[in-house]
């Protein structure tokens, strides 16, 4: 005869199966998302330059400061996370911030 215990162990293991199931069923649908690229400080300038954007002004987009800006442009630092992804946009689509009202006309 079977333990409660181990019922309970064998029917939660049955209900995160079916959760995993519907979850990888949904997640197949999605479109795949572009690899982060990474860039080399003189990418980062070059792309600052190419916009006319001072390294403040590049820095407030990005939501960092001055100093990681020169630290990027150094090399000293590298930039990551959601700061990459918007540079990638940048790279892409320089006029994507015009776009999505981020910067004033």
Do not use: C
Not at 25 to 47: D, G, H, W, Y
């Amino acid at each position: 005869m079977r333990n409660v215990y181990q019922e309970i162990i064998d029917e939660g293991n049955v209900i995160l199966e079916k959760g995993i199931g519907h979850l990888r069923r949904r997640t197949r649908n999605l479109t795949p998302i572009t690899p982060i690229k990474v860039f080399s400080p003189q990418e980062i300038k070059a792309l600052r330059e190419s916009n006319q954007y001072t390294q403040i002004y590049f820095g407030e987009l990005l939501g960092v400061s001055l100093k990681t800006i020169q630290a990027w442009e150094a090399g000293t630092n590298k930039p990551t996370g959601t700061a990459l992804r918007m540079i990638q946009i940048l790279e892409q689509d320089p006029h994507a911030l015009d776009k999505y009202l981020l910067m004033n006309a």
